[in-house]
């Protein structure tokens, strides 16, 4: 199973990104797919997950303001994040669950200035 995030980046207060992660090795229109983020001297914090049927979840901090998407055709996970604050700057990384074991891709790095 690979997982490869793509779309970080630094941005202003206010500004968007777009996170993508290209999944290989599982079947990927059957698997829950969510985003983690970790910032420096915090704990892995779940953001948003979508499940096969693309009901979603997000954390209370993002909701209005993150939209999580799949593209089973492209094998892809998305992220959009709008209205970003600089406690939103993170690590983040995608994630699935395969055979009891949990899959993470290569984080990307999201940076927000004030």
């Known amino acids: 199973v690979q997982l490869q995030a793509s779309g970080g980046g630094s941005v202003q207060a206010g500004g968007s990104l777009k996170l993508s992660c290209a999944v290989a090795?599982?079947?990927?229109?059957?698997?829950?797919m969510a985003w983690f983020r970790q910032a420096p001297g915090k704990q892995r914090e779940l953001v948003s997950s979508?499940?096969?049927?693309?009901?979603?979840n997000y954390t209370a901090s993002v909701k209005e303001r993150f939209t999580i998407s799949r593209d089973n055709v492209r094998r892809t996970l998305y992220l959009q994040m709008s209205s970003l604050k600089p406690e939103d700057a993170a690590v983040y990384l995608c994630?699935?669950?395969?055979?009891?074991?949990?899959?993470w891709g290569r984080g990307t790095l999201v940076t927000v200035s004030s």
């Open positions: 979508i499940s096969p049927s693309h009901s979603t």
């Open positions: 090795g599982i079947n990927f229109r059957l698997y829950t």
């Open positions: 994630n699935t669950r395969h055979q009891g074991r949990d899959y």
